[in-house]
């Protein structure tokens, strides 16, 4: 899989085939010797992962985190006392098994007419609202406990290798108001097939374009921010949406099984979701 840029590459050590005397077995294994499995492929992002501090940081001299404050008002103190410690509070393991209803909302078809939403577009309450309608859920809407899958399109660019290094730099995604609506309606889960969650525009991340309209200030990653910092919803990138959304299976029962890693900020998952395709 094309590696993000944002984690260290995984190396795996592949173990040459091996035996166990006295039996018929021959067997085989690798070990990974360096990266961050939670933070490469389609990754589930644990509340620990993003805190707040109470002033934006200048940037000069070392980073103080001791203001830092996690969701819940849990401290850098609580949550990873020093440098070298795991997550002690809000790590993956901490994340429950997700078991439960889930919507897909086809904004490439809705919001692109069938081409993926460009770098920086922003998903806005009024485009989820719509999405609602469109596909034909007003009936049931958002519920609380849903998983939210957003598709759009930009998934499609997922190369390997990506020999145009631009999955990662850029993509569409979640507008602030989007994710405030999304924690009124009490959804545990948001994923996107897109790196970020947020949007991100061209040029954004090498500081030669500012954030997309709307975003806050001093929070370029304000959907990160209030999704783990202050709702306590969790967040999916890298989500394989495309089949499903080919299908119509606009609602499903899903089944999202963290590693329980102790102290980890993420986790790789394998999203699973069972339904029917719609009409």
Known sequence: MPMSPFGVPLKYEYRPTVGIPGTLHAFNGEQVVSGEEGAQGTQMDALGHFAVLPEAWDGEGEFSSDRAEYYGGHTQAEVKPSPQSPLEALGIEQAPPIVTSAVL???????GNGAPLQPGQAITQADIEAMIEAQGLGWRGLLAGDVVYIYTGWGDSWQDPDGEQRYYSMGPGLAYDAAQYLEGKA?????????????????????????????????????????????????????????????????????ILPLRSRGASGSPVRPVAIGAPHG
């Not at 909302?105 to 919001?111: E, F, N, S, T």
């Not at 948001?190 to 200030?217: H, I, K, Y």
């Open 105 to 111: 909302l086809d904004a490439k078809a809705h919001l």
């Open 187 to 255: 959804v545990v889960l948001v994923a996107l097939d897109n790196p970020f969650t947020d949007p991100v525009s061209e040029g954004q991340l090498t500081g030669a374009a500012p954030p997309p309209e709307g975003t806050p200030q001093g929070l370029p990653f304000a959907v990160h921010h209030h999704n783990l910092a202050k709702a306590g919803i969790h967040n999916i990138q890298n989500a394989k949406l495309d089949e499903l959304a080919a299908d119509k299976v606009w609602t499903s029962c899903t089944m």
